[in-house]
């Protein structure tokens, strides 16, 4: 167990939907990692947020956007959403230490879009 | 942009046996990190080794040992005495530290033969 959670485990939506998907990240960790896995390839990064910002992008339209709280938890929202973006999200929390930031990663949610 | 590459999509061990899984990698950065990740059916990824790029000295945590060669980009992960919990699948990772987060590969689906 890597102590980070996600809710819900399972979400449906329908293609033109927003959605939002929760986290909850270790204590002490300052950093927030979003990944969308699509079925049979690797994790693809989405963004990172680092002290309630984002710091980092991946190659990811703007209708995917996060917040990340003071609490330890952090949100990834999804507008108009598209059937490609039926995937498993998995976010991970880490305490960053300048160049090297492990990541813990929750065990994701899945995404189906019709 | 960094790729990360696994040409083996499955690979399938006996019981006991040792099996080795491959892993190159794209950057022209001279500092960064390299990960193998598990992922069970459970979904969750979990981290089974790191390597530092500015050490020689390959990684080891148990069973588990990488074989890294940074002037042929190669990063290859080699299991002992393979045991039924190590069925999963593996995926390669590379971190050029900072903000960018995880480059993954598509990953390598290890069976482990009773």
């Known amino acids: 167990e890597t102590g980070v959670t996600q809710s819900p485990t399972h979400l449906i939506k329908t293609r033109g939907q927003q959605v939002t998907l929760r986290c909850s990240s270790q204590s002490g960790h300052n950093t927030v990692s979003w990944y969308q896995q699509a079925l049979g390839q690797g994790p693809q990064f989405i963004f990172q947020?680092?002290?309630?910002?984002?710091?980092g992008r991946g190659n990811f339209p703007p209708r995917f956007s996060g917040l990340q709280f003071p609490n330890y938890s952090s949100e990834l929202n999804v507008n108009a959403l598209e059937l490609d973006d039926s995937a498993l999200y998995l976010c991970?929390?880490?305490?960053?230490?300048?160049?090297?930031?492990?990541?813990?990663f929750g065990p994701g949610t899945r995404l189906t879009v019709l | 942009a960094q790729t990360v590459t696994q040409s083996q999509p499955e690979m399938s061990v006996q019981e006991a046996e040792t099996v080795t899984l491959s892993c190159t990698y794209d950057?022209?950065?001279?500092?960064?990190?390299l990960f193998w990740y598990k992922q069970p059916p459970s979904r969750q990824m979990i981290l089974v080794i790191r390597q530092e790029a500015y050490k020689q000295q390959n990684a080891t945590e148990n069973r588990f040992s990488v074989n890294f060669q940074k002037a042929a980009k190669s990063f290859s992960l080699k299991i002992s005495d393979s045991q039924l919990g190590d069925a999963a699948m593996y995926f390669c990772a590379y971190s050029g530290g900072g903000a960018d987060g995880l480059t993954f590969g598509k990953g390598t689906h290890l069976i482990i033969q009773p």
């Open positions: 950057t022209s950065e001279s500092d960064y990190y």
């Open positions: 991970a929390s880490g305490r960053t230490s300048g160049f090297y930031n492990e990541q813990f």
């Open positions: 947020y680092y002290r309630e910002e984002e710091n």
